[in-house]
């Protein structure tokens, strides 16, 4: 199966009646490896960070770098693990 098909059978199926808005699946180093036709591309990004108990979310646009988003997502996210968060 090709990646495009776990993002047009998979993450855009229909469920009750509803489904996502866009999705894509993406390489760690950022690359593209399928998305639906709808997933947004420009000059932003987002960064991700899983906790004990939580998932933190930074979404940002230019003139803010990838770099400095990953260090504010980051911060927040070792804080909350050193709390056991």
């Known amino acids: 199966m090709s990646w495009q098909s ?10 009750e009646g ?3 808005t866009s999705a894509a699946i993406l390489g760690q180093d950022g690359s593209v ?3 639906s036709a709808s ?16 998932l933190i979310i930074g979404i940002y646009d230019e003139p803010m770098t990838p770099g400095q988003c990953n260090m504010i ?3 927040l996210g070792d804080y909350l693990i050193e709390q056991g968060l």
């Open 39 to 54: 997933f947004p591309q420009g000059p932003g990004g987002v960064t991700i960070k899983k906790t004990n108990q939580a």
């Open 18 to 20: 509803n489904t996502l």
């Open 73 to 75: 997502v980051e911060r």
């Open 6 to 15: 776990y993002v047009d059978e998979q993450l855009m199926y229909e469920i």
């Open 33 to 35: 490896w399928a998305q």
